[in-house]
Each structure stands twice: as C-alpha cells, then as structure tokens.
C-alpha cells in the first residue's frame, strides 16, 4: 500500500510522518475492531453494506468513533466527501466535521491528506485500515489508527464508513 506525506504546510514537509496504509484489517483499538465486525456483519454476503444498512443505534459501542461519509463533488468539481455524523472523539480530534465536506474550513494540503484514504477505498471497493500522526491545527503528537470501510451497491462504493481512535499523544 502506498504512504501519503502531505505536509500541514509546506515548511512541515520534512517532518511530518506519513500515513501508513494497509489491507490488513487486524486493530489495536478495540472501538475499531467493533466497528470492522459490525461492517463486516451488516455486508450479509455482499461486497459491502448499503448505506441504509448502517444504523447509528446498533453503533453504541463504537459511536463515538464513526464518521458516515458520502462521495460529492465539489463546486470546483473535484471529487470530495461530505460528512453525515462523526462522532465525539472524531470531533474531538478534528473539530466539528458533522454536516460539512471533508474539505471545508480547512487547508487543501489538510484535505488532500484526508480524502486519500477514502479515495482508495473509493476506486478499490475494499475497506483499509491507516496508522498516522494527525496534521491538523499542529496536533501531531496525536497517532490515530482509521478503518475506511465502503458502503455501496454492487461494488459501487457511494459512502464510507470511518472508524478512528487516538492510540497515543492524546
């Protein structure tokens, strides 16, 4: 899997560690492996769940580590994400993402960094699991570990489910 270094700003190139990305879906974050399972489950044979399969009531034991995506396109025409729920500790982490895109209110190179890993899951229709320090508002002492897992039709992914913990720094 390939490593994405998208500096927070330019002069931070250097020093910024990349974002690891890999396709083994094994979690250190025991909110993470409930989240896997419940995709997992919620799939019923398919490829991957369909949107509407994905009940915040059934997510109590992760919640608060959720972020349902969907794919838009920007006003530029770029593709972009949109942002129907993150929970406490995504908001706590990345401040209020909830009815916004991804790329709102922040720097490209900080939006850059954050579609990557859901634009693989995009074109692979395959959920990933990332390990990265955060380059956000200068908090890179915070390590998150993310599952980007698809929802779709087919093998259509239109929507993403994010699970992401703080696994050091915080």
């Known amino acids: 899997m390939p490593t994405v270094n998208t500096p927070s700003s330019p002069e ?7 974002i ?5 879906l094994t979690f ?3 909110p ?15 490829l991957m769940p369909k949107p509407g399969d994905m ?11 959720v972020g349902l995506v969907e794919a838009s396109t920007s006003r530029r025409g770029v593709s972009d994400y949109f942002v129907r ?3 406490a500790q995504v908001e706590s982490i990345f401040g209020s993402r909830t009815g916004r895109s ?36 200068g908090k890179t002492r915070i390590e998150v570990e993310v599952l980007v897992a698809p929802l779709g039709e087919e093998s259509t992914p239109t929507a993403f489910l994010l699970a992401i913990a703080a696994v050091a720094g915080t």
């Open 55 to 65: 009940r915040l009531d059934d997510m109590s034991a992760f919640v608060d580590h």
């Open 28 to 30: 250190a974050a025991k």
């Open 12 to 18: 931070d190139a250097e020093a910024l560690p990349p």
């Open 102 to 137: 991804l790329s709102e209110g922040v720097p490209e190179e900080i939006a850059a960094r954050w579609r990557s890993g859901i634009d693989m899951v995009h074109r692979s229709g395959k959920p990933l699991r990332a390990t990265a320090h955060v380059a956000y508002e």
């Open 32 to 46: 993470l492996r409930a989240a896997f399972e419940y995709w997992n489950a919620a799939r019923d044979g398919r």
């Open 85 to 87: 729920f993150a929970g």
């Open 20 to 24: 690891k990305f890999e396709p083994v």
